[in-house]
């Protein structure tokens, strides 16, 4: 993963990963010194939004789901007033800002956008001025305007609440806190929006900027040294976990999930071949992340070359194993039981740098003096 990969660069072992909600929910119930409660974290950042619905009792800290959308968050808040600032220059000077010469302007207007998404959350409206040789304008956006493009956006993320509410078994009015996470969601229109669908307050006893960072480190520390007063950890599986396999029927691959979403982890499950001819060399395998069954709509993460011992007679049972870790990684073994062979193969993810990558910027990062 990306953040095994950072590790590596760093040159610091990985001992262990924690997702965001499951750590600010922890670091949540240390400092509160809370015993019993659903804790449900709506982390809405930059550019993703995640749910996770948290039982805390006593020392245990149990996820019991959680649900995620990406394209939603910051980014996309400023790439909406951005556009409607675009059009009404257009409009009104016919100049397209998007065009080469006024790239430097263009720029700029993200940067005065961010400004005044963040100055909404505190005052009524904000000026956003626009500068070209042929014009100087100044665009009052107000906050209603601005709630406006948020709560298109806040609705894909109102989807995701419900769903993780009923996922985990419970109802709004079993939720005990309500934490926020992330810049995004300081934006007042979306904490009103929270407070009517859930009927509570959502909590402003933590920072949303620092408090997955404080949960992380809190969470290291318990990993360091075990006390009375150490949270034992139990997280799910964020997306389901399956394999390309191919319909008998139609003769059309598909999503085969073998892992689903919000099973306890570790999990392992075990998907069994018969080789199709004698002294079958391979086995192509690629591993998916997703919740549909059209390949189409799910990640293909792992594309792997499966070697075979040699001689195995055709229709001999082939069996590969998935395993899914604490932190979410992914094992994989091979396994003949026929002929007592099992290995542990190497899951390459698609979107991981390569070790050479990783060699490259290790080096580079060796070269800063950081004090």
Not at 148 to 153: G, P, S, T
């Amino acid at each position: 993963t990306a953040t095994e990969n950072a590790a590596r660069i760093a040159g610091l072992e990985l001992v262990r990963t924690i997702n965001e909600p499951t750590a600010a929910a922890l670091y949540y119930a240390v400092k509160s010194k809370l015993d019993h409660a659903n804790i449900l974290v709506y982390d809405l950042g930059g550019g993703t939004f995640d749910v996770t619905l948290i039982r805390v009792d006593g020392s245990a800290v149990n996820v019991k789901s959680t649900k995620g959308i990406k394209n939603v968050g910051g980014r996309f808040f400023d790439e909406e007033l951005v556009s409607q600032i675009h059009d009404y220059i257009e409009d009104e000077y016919d100049v397209d800002l998007e065009d080469e010469e006024y790239l430097d302007v263009y720029q700029e207007l993200f940067n005065r956008a961010e400004k005044a998404k963040i100055s909404l959350c505190r005052q009524e409206k904000a000026v956003i001025p626009i500068r070209t040789g042929e014009f100087k304008e100044s665009y009052t956006l107000t906050r209603a305007d601005f709630e406006k493009i948020v709560a298109k956006l806040y609705k894909r993320t109102e989807y995701c609440v419900k769903s993780a509410i009923a996922d985990a078994g419970i109802t709004a009015k079993d939720i005990d806190k309500v934490i926020l996470v992330g810049g995004s969601s300081r934006i007042p229109y979306i904490e009103q929006q929270l407070t009517a669908l859930l009927g509570i307050t959502p909590s402003h006893e933590v920072n949303p900027d620092e408090v997955v960072a404080m949960g992380a480190a809190l969470f290291g520390k318990q990993l360091e040294s075990v006390s009375s007063d150490t949270k034992t950890i139990s997280d799910v599986c964020s997306h389901s976990i399956g394999v390309s396999a191919l319909d008998e029927l139609t003769l059309k691959k598909y999503n085969r999930i073998l892992i689903k979403r919000n099973t306890t982890l570790p999990a392992e499950t075990c998907l069994p071949f018969r080789t199709a001819s004698e002294n079958q060399e391979k086995i192509e395998l690629s591993v998916t992340e997703g919740e549909f069954k059209e390949l189409s709509d799910v990640r293909i993460i792992s594309e792997a070359e499966i070697l075979l011992p040699p001689n195995l007679p055709k229709g001999t049972r082939v069996e590969v194993a998935l395993r899914l870790d604490p932190s979410q990684l992914v094992h994989l073994w091979l396994r003949i039981p026929a002929v007592s062979y099992e290995t542990e193969l190497k899951f390459n993810r698609i979107s991981n740098l390569s070790d050479q990558e990783i060699e490259k910027l290790t080096g580079l990062i060796a070269d800063y003096d950081v004090s």
